[in-house]
T-cell receptor, first 114, second 114 residues
Framework: DTEVTQTPKHLVMGMTNKKSLKCEQH?????MYWYKQKAKKPPELMFV???????INESVPSRFSPECPNSSLLNLHLHALQPEDSALYLC?????????????FGPGTRLLVL | AQSVTQLGSHVSVSEGALVLLRCNYS??????LFWYVQYPNQGLQLLLK??????LVKGINGFEAEFKKSETSFHLTKPSAHMSDAAEYFC????????????FGAGTRLFVKA
């Protein structure tokens, strides 16, 4: 099973809302990633977790808060977002960090901030 | 530092014609190279990858790519385009670096004309 699932598929939120994006994989991968993708652009790395520890934080604003409760789950908590944060948020997973193995992507959550 | 250049932000072919999407990379270490496809409003799907060994790599949906070290290229081809191939294609290289990062090219939008 090479599937990464993400919920919800679509999310509309106001600038004062708090919401969470969820990602799950059952491939035994120990590295999980959040990417942000704007229209007609490649994905931009936001965070990397390796063995449930935050490994890479690409200078993302604090209104985005990642959480890795266990090796299969990855959350992205959203608070006080701005309209420019509207994008497709992609989750991915791979074998342990540094192995350069393939990243498997979920279908994404389409976020609209009003 | 690793980088990926995709030549041509848009490529248009007729149905049944050869598809050629160009990718050049730079890497300070032997690269792992990937092609991903993204259909509208969906996540990224792995088409194929090169890690080591045979330089001609076959992927899903009839695509293949050839790793040419001397040309630092990893071009994607398909002998006969189908309407369903219309999508965004991303070439990517994995970055050993200080952590696991995949560097994406800017993407090439493939249009298929009937």
């Amino acid at each position: 099973d090479t599937e990464v699932t993400q919920t919800p598929k679509h999310l509309v939120m106001g600038m004062t809302n708090k919401k969470s994006l969820k990602c799950e994989q059952h491939m035994g991968h120990r590295a999980m990633y959040w990417y942000k993708q704007k229209a007609k652009k490649p994905p931009e790395l936001m965070f990397v977790y390796s063995y449930e520890k935050l490994s890479i934080n690409e200078s993302v604003p604090s209104r985005f808060s990642p959480e890795c409760p266990n090796s299969s789950l990855l959350n992205l908590h959203l608070h006080a977002l701005q309209p420019e944060d509207s994008a497709l948020y992609l989750c991915a997973s791979s074998l342990p960090q540094g192995s350069r193995e393939t990243q498997y992507f979920g279908p994404g959550t389409r976020l609209l901030v009003l | 530092a690793q980088s990926v250049t995709q030549l041509g932000s848009h490529v248009s072919v007729s149905e049944g014609a050869l598809v050629l999407l160009r990718c050049n990379y730079s890497s300070s270490v032997p690269p792992y190279l990937f092609w991903y496809v993204q259909y509208p409003n969906q996540g990224l799907q792995l088409l194929l990858k090169y890690t080591t060994g045979a330089t001609l790599v076959k992927g899903i949906n009839g695509f293949e790519a050839e790793f040419k070290k001397s040309e630092t290229s990893f071009h994607l081809t398909k002998p006969s385009a189908h309407m369903s191939d219309a999508a965004e294609y991303f070439c990517a290289v994995s970055d050993k670096g200080g952590g696991f990062k995949t560097i994406f090219g800017a993407g090439t939008r493939l249009f298929v004309k009937a």
